[in-house]
């Protein structure tokens, strides 16, 4: 695992937690972290990092609209 070491402005007001789940949480959004992954490197359980999801505006279900269209098709 990499470590890395972020200096942020003391203005930011965030703490290293929050800025860790907001990392996991776009981590997850992209597509470069599973849920399970996201949730780990967030410090948390799946079940409230999916909770903590919608607070950074990231849907739990990450699914693209033309895997949903072409399943709705093929129903």
């Given at each position: 695992?990499?470590?890395?070491?972020?200096?942020?402005?003391?203005?930011?007001?965030?703490?290293?937690?929050?800025?860790?789940t907001?990392?996991?949480?776009?981590?997850?959004?992209?597509?470069?972290?599973?849920?399970?992954?996201?949730?780990?490197?967030?410090?948390?359980?799946?079940?409230?990092?999916m909770?903590?999801?919608?607070?950074?505006?990231v849907?739990?279900?990450?699914?693209?609209?033309?895997?949903?269209?072409?399943?709705?098709?093929?129903?």
């Amino acid at each position: 695992m990499q470590t890395l070491t972020l200096h942020l402005p003391d203005s930011l007001d965030m703490t290293s937690k929050e800025v860790t789940t907001l990392l996991a949480a776009r981590l997850y959004e992209r597509g470069k972290l599973s849920l399970g992954q996201a949730a780990e490197l967030a410090g948390y359980s799946k079940r409230t990092f999916m909770e903590l999801l919608g607070d950074y505006g990231v849907s739990v279900f990450n699914y693209p609209a033309e895997d949903i269209a072409r399943d709705a098709a093929n129903a």
